[in-house]
């Protein structure tokens, strides 16, 4: 999630707006930039790498002193961590400048326009696209006042997906221009002085009061003129006030208290990121990302999907999913041991290797090992240009942004997502056994993001039981099928979280030996399949009646309408009826609450907990 920041006002602009990205860090990021226009003329400066890059740059080559500019903080998406992929982006004039948050879906269609026109691109990014359209669309546009606006209107009806854009110019010296369409943008006001952020950690050691902006919105603040908001059509529109009550620090959280708590609201969002641009009109899928080509998948006959820790648990789920699609054997693998077990590979062999961070040791070591074999080697994973994902043959990056807390929740989610998007995308490829299969599948993923919502909106219980299983010392999670790698991923939730011994198994394993933990008051967790797979659910149902027979506390995660299991559940948490193999992005939610809830009840630190690094650099 890439940070934004614009300034108009009496202060020097550079200082306000590199404060402002210092505000926003937290956000993650692999590069900067800044705009500014003074004297009528329009100056910028970007750099890879942290904000102490772009400080030196600028203390090497300071910008001229002005009172507009922009900032920008950038979480590469396409195109990687570079100083040419950097924002902002000018048009070719050197007149506009313009920085992005989002994915503009539409990209390579328009690039090609502006190409044919005569335009030059500098870098690989989308964003590049709207500074060379918007310059266009202002030279197009009625000369005199909010001429930087209307151009701005005709480009945001031209473009599709999530984007806030910002954008300042040298015609229009005394003015910012913003676009906001599902990716977030807040209007700062001051006295004599506008903000523009991407949150109000942007702004909020210079003012409390903010203007709200809305979907398909564009606002022009300008300094003389103040602020003006209408909608992409020109309609006015009156933006919300209202007055920030948090401090710096809640702002970087959202107003969370843990950043996991904002993670994992995020969820829904991150999972339509990862989707954008991806599933085609007619239920193809689009992965052009993944460079490689159709024989080498047509050619592949075994596949390993190998990870560490949540992301390994997303293999395990990815199995079912893929082998029933493709029918091609799957292997999951724990990173740390697979090299160290001769695993056999070869050139028909695909390594399909996750990792949120791009950066665990053990699975780039696990990478190597596959390279070595001459297997070929698809990442999935949340950060661009990191080096797992450049070690590879391919890469299917899922678009969760940036991931604080050390317990991985929305990167669960979404690899889940990716990886079905490779299995899809195999099955396509190399042909099915039911034509419509992928079709149906795809109407299925683009329901995901809703039923996660749905979700979140029903965890005041799941929170409530949490607190009150505060001083659990144990906790068992059971389940079958796609399931079983839930229940694994709800006990390391509550380990890594909350420090309490859990362990999870398959539901059928109780009878050979884990039910001999199962006591008066042991809290079990059992994920129960969809009532659709009934011989599945049925089993289950038993198996909570067993551990229930002997005393347990039986917590059960069923879909809505599953009333079989009420008899034997002392809390059901319900989620959505979902597709048997899509259920996991659903079910595991419950669990993160109540895993973060216990661990908050406990006085933990639940964003970095002991003992624990977001990213495993070390073997
Ligand atoms: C997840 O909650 C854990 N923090 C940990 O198991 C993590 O999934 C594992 O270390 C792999 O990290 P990666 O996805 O960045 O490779």
Redesign the pocket.
Same mark, same amino acid.
């Given at each position: 999630m890439c940070g934004i920041v614009g300034y108009v006002g009496p202060k020097d602009a550079r200082d306000v707006v590199l404060e402002g990205l210092r505000r926003l860090e937290y956000r993650g990021y692999d590069s900067a930039g800044i705009a500014v226009v003074a004297d009528g003329q329009l100056s910028s400066a970007k750099k890879a790498g942290k904000l102490a890059n772009l400080e030196k740059l600028l203390a090497d080559q300071p910008l001229p002193a002005a009172t507009v500019g922009i900032g920008h903080t950038r979480w590469a998406t396409h195109g990687g961590p570079t100083d040419r992929n950097a924002h902002p982006h000018l048009s070719a004039d050197g007149t506009v400048a313009v920085i992005h948050n989002g994915i503009i879906e539409n990209f390579a269609a328009l690039r090609a326009e502006c190409e044919s026109a005569g335009v030059e691109f500098t870098s690989e990014t989308d964003t590049e696209v709207a500074a060379h359209l918007l310059a266009a669309a202002y030279a197009a546009a009625p000369e005199g006042q909010g001429r930087l606006a209307e151009a701005m209107r005709v480009i945001c009806r031209r473009l599709e997906g999530a984007f806030t854009l910002v954008a300042t110019s040298a015609h229009e010296p005394d003015t910012l221009v913003a676009a906001r369409r599902s990716s977030p943008l807040v209007v700062g006001v001051g006295d004599g002085e506008y903000f523009l952020g991407s949150d109000v950690a942007a702004f909020i050691s210079h003012t409390r009061e903010a203007r709200e902006l809305g979907q398909d919105e564009v606002v022009e603040i300008d300094r003389h003129r103040g602020l003006s908001v209408t909608d992409f059509a020109g309609n006015p529109v009156e933006p919300k006030s209202y007055t920030v009550d948090w401090d710096a620090e809640a702002a970087e959280k959202g107003g969370y208290d843990w950043f996991m708590l904002k993670e994992i609201a995020e969820q829904p969002k991150a999972i339509a990121d990862t989707l954008l641009g991806r599933l085609g009109a007619n239920g193809e899928l689009v992965l052009d990302e993944v460079r490689l080509s159709d024989q080498d998948l047509r050619d592949i006959d075994k596949i390993f999907v190998v +990870? =560490?820790?949540? #992301?390994?648990?997303a293999g395990l789920i990815a199995k079912y999913a893929i082998e029933h699609w493709t029918r091609i054997p799957v292997e999951v693998e724990v #990173?740390s041991e697979f090299r160290y077990r001769d695993p056999v590979l070869d050139r028909s062999t695909l390594v399909v290797v @996750? &990792?949120? &961070?791009? /950066? *665990?040791m053990?699975?780039l070591m696990a990478l190597r090992h596959a390279k070595d074999q001459k297997a070929r080697v698809l990442a999935i =994973?949340? +950060?661009n240009g990191s080096t797992?994902p450049r070690e590879s043959d391919a890469v299917l990056y899922t678009h969760a942004g940036p991931e604080i +807390?050390? +317990?991985? *929740?929305k990167?669960?989610l979404t690899?889940l997502v990716a990886c079905y998007l490779v299995g899809l995308f195999l099955a396509q490829v190399r042909g099915i056994k039911y034509e419509d299969e992928v079709a149906t599948v795809v109407a299925e993923l683009r329901e995901l993001p809703a039923a996660v919502a749905k979700v979140l909106e029903q965890m005041e219980p799941v929170r409530e039981l949490g607190r009150s299983m505060a001083d659990a010392d144990r906790m068992l999670f059971l389940g079958r099928h796609v399931s079983f790698p839930v229940a694994l /991923?709800g006990a $390391? %939730?509550l380990k /890594?979280l909350a420090y309490i011994h859990a362990e999870g198994f398959a539901a059928g394993e109780l009878k050979h030996g884990p039910i001999a933990v199962v006591d008066e008051g042991t809290p079990v967790v059992i994920v129960v399949p969809p009532r659709a797979r009934d011989l599945l659910h049925a089993k289950v149902v038993s198996n909570i009646q067993e551990v229930r027979a002997r005393g347990a506390r039986t917590i059960v995660i069923a879909e809505e309408g599953d009333e079989d299991v009420v008899p034997y559940a002392d809390h059901v948490i319900r989620v959505p009826r979902t597709p048997t193999l899509l259920a996991p992005v659903v079910t595991t939610v419950p669990l993160q609450v109540l895993a973060c809830e216990i661990a908050d009840s406990r006085g933990l630190d639940v964003d970095q907990p002991r003992n $624990? #690094? %977001? &990213? @495993?650099t070390v073997e």
């Open positions: +990870a =560490c820790g949540t #992301a390994y648990h #990173a @996750v &990792s949120q &961070s791009g /950066e *665990t053990d699975t =994973c949340n +950060a797992i +807390a050390v +317990a991985s *929740t990167g669960f690899q /991923e $390391l %939730k /890594e $624990l #690094a %977001k &990213s @495993v």
